[in-house]
């Protein structure tokens, strides 16, 4: 059965990453925005983001929180990802940094995203309980390998994980 998933990514740096990402096609995951739509909707400020955002995690199962250089603590992933905790959708990060872009280049890796997250009211950090995988390989080649083979099976694990949590 192929899940339906939300991708979380820092947008102007990792789009190009983050669409072929996607177009593995293992997951069914949302639709993403265009620039025009994406300036459309900050135009209407916090309150308009956050209902995108919302729309957009509308039947989904699971987050997979693309991880860039700059990815980790910035307000509006970490938005997604407490909003996907909270409304009980498995959440995995998969590190993209060895992906090469439009101009083919790779970047440098980023932190972890869910070292900035904490849950409950024990105030232990959600990257704890969430995985956060590397890619094996040394080029861009493998690494989309090693996602396309590996994708779907961290999507399963992340949904047990927090149903387990």
């Known amino acids: 059965m192929t899940r339906k998933a939300f991708y979380s990514f820092h947008y102007l740096p990792d789009s190009w990453r983050a669409s072929t990402v996607r177009n593995i096609g ?3 995951g949302n639709r993403p925005a265009t620039d025009n739509d994406w300036e459309a909707v900050k135009r209407g400020g916090d309150d308009a983001i956050k209902r ?3 729309d957009q995690m509308k039947g989904r ?3 997979i929180v ?3 250089t700059d990815t980790a603590n910035r307000k509006w992933i970490n938005h997604e990802i ?3 905790w909270d409304e009980g959708m498995g959440i ?3 590190r993209i940094h060895g992906i090469k872009n439009a101009d083919q280049e790779t970047s440098a890796m980023g932190e972890n995203p869910f070292d900035y997250i904490s849950y409950g009211s024990t105030g232990k950090k959600l990257s704890s309980i969430v995985k956060c995988y590397n890619p094996a390989g040394a080029t861009s080649q493998e690494r989309y390998d090693w996602i396309r083979q590996h994708l779907a099976n961290a999507v399963e694990e992340a949904i047990t994980i927090r149903k387990n949590n």
């Open 26 to 28: 293992a997951i069914e």
């Open 52 to 54: 995108w955002i919302a």
């Open 61 to 63: 199962s699971c987050t």
């Open 66 to 68: 693309l991880v860039g």
């Open 82 to 84: 407490v909003r996907s």
């Open 92 to 94: 995995v990060g998969i």
